[in-house]
């Protein structure tokens, strides 16, 4: 999982020293690699480049593809376009 997310050569450095990118990617590593029933996902491509991001959603949806379910918070309208099934909130309170 860590090879699959491009961090191999990192797999030794100390939690300190990733960068933010490598950390997020590190915790939907951690998230995936026991394969859960549910995964919760707050903005998982936040903090990352576009390739990074790309490999992330993959995995996400290499998940649902096992039966899996996914909630997933992004601002991110390219990544909400993605889901099945999509609400929006403004202010606080779910929209219509």
């Known amino acids: 999982m860590v090879d699959r997310f491009g961090l191999g050569h990192r797999r030794e ?4 020293l990733l960068s ?4 997020q990617r590190v915790a939907i590593a951690r998230a995936l690699v026991n394969q859960p029933r549910l995964v919760l996902a707050d903005e998982p491509t ?11 959603l993959a995995a ?4 649902c593809a096992t039966g899996a379910a996914l909630l997933l918070v992004t601002h991110d309208a390219a990544v909400a376009a993605r889901a ?8 606080g309170k779910l929209e219509a």
């Open 13 to 16: 450095a100390r939690a300190a």
């Open 20 to 23: 933010t990118g490598e950390s």
């Open 46 to 56: 936040g903090s990352l480049d576009s390739a990074s991001a790309a490999t992330v």
């Open 60 to 63: 996400l949806d290499e998940v």
């Open 84 to 91: 099945h099934r999509t609400l929006r909130m403004r202010d």
